[in-house]
Each structure stands twice: as structure tokens, then as C-alpha cells.
């Protein structure tokens, strides 16, 4: 079994800044791809930003440009750095693994969210 637990969420004015971290543990062998999700209240959820464990990152088009996806393998963790936040980046965000443990070849794991509230 994996945690993922977040941490970094909170209340910050249009055009601030916020870190995101997320770290996983447990029975873990190997961590691949890593991710961030927002659910915005009424909306789908949706992935803002994705990290293989080579190091490679895709980023919603929304957030392109503001936000930035990284991981250090070595600590089973993945950050998302969100700068220039807008209204419209208010939503739960949640960390995802997809793991390797000593009890399962694979797995995919989903953290318990952290809010953010982009407002003045």
C-alpha cells in the first residue's frame, strides 16, 4: 500500500504564488508517473501536470507557463510550484503515483487533497 500525503494548499491573492508537495510512503519498490489533479466545485476533475521518474513533465495548457511539475526520486516526492494564480486555479488539488510495492506489481494511489483558494 501507498500514502500520498499533501501539503502546501491555503488562501493567496490573484497573482501569488504557492508550492504544492506531496509525499508518498509505504511498501513502495518504485514510484513511475507522477501528478497533480484539481477539482474545481461542480467540475470534473482534471490533471494540471504529470512527471515521469525520468524526469519528463507534461503541463495543462491553463497552466502553462505558471506552473512547474517536479520530483526527486530519491524522496519519493513531487512538488507542483503554481506562480501568477488566478481565480480560476481555486479547486482541491490531489497528488497521484503510480506505484510499485513489495505486495503489488502495480498500483495507482491518490492522496486525500489540499485546497487552494485564489482570491482577494
Known amino acids: 500500500q501507498v500514502r500520498l500525503v499533501e501539503s502546501g494548499g491555503g488562501l493567496v491573492q490573484p497573482g501569488g504564488s504557492l508550492r504544492l508537495s506531496c509525499a508518498a510512503s509505504?511498501?513502495?519498490?518504485?514510484?513511475?508517473?507522477m501528478g497533480w489533479y484539481r477539482q474545481a466545485p461542480g467540475k470534473q476533475r482534471e490533471l494540471v501536470a504529470s512527471?515521469?521518474?525520468?524526469?519528463?513533465?507534461q503541463h495543462v495548457d491553463s497552466v502553462k507557463g505558471r506552473f512547474t511539475i517536479s520530483r526527486d526520486n530519491a524522496k519519493n516526492t513531487v512538488s507542483l510550484q503554481m506562480n501568477s494564480l488566478k481565480h480560476g486555479d481555486t479547486a482541491v488539488y490531489y497528488c497521484?503515483?503510480?506505484?510499485?510495492?513489495?505486495?503489488?506489481?502495480?498500483?495507482?494511489?491518490w492522496g486525500q487533497g489540499t485546497q487552494v483558494t485564489v482570491s482577494s
Open positions: 509505504g511498501s513502495i519498490v518504485r514510484i513511475n508517473d
Open positions: 497521484n503515483a503510480d506505484a510499485i510495492t513489495r505486495v503489488s506489481d502495480g498500483g495507482n494511489y
Open positions: 512527471i515521469s521518474r525520468g524526469g519528463s513533465t
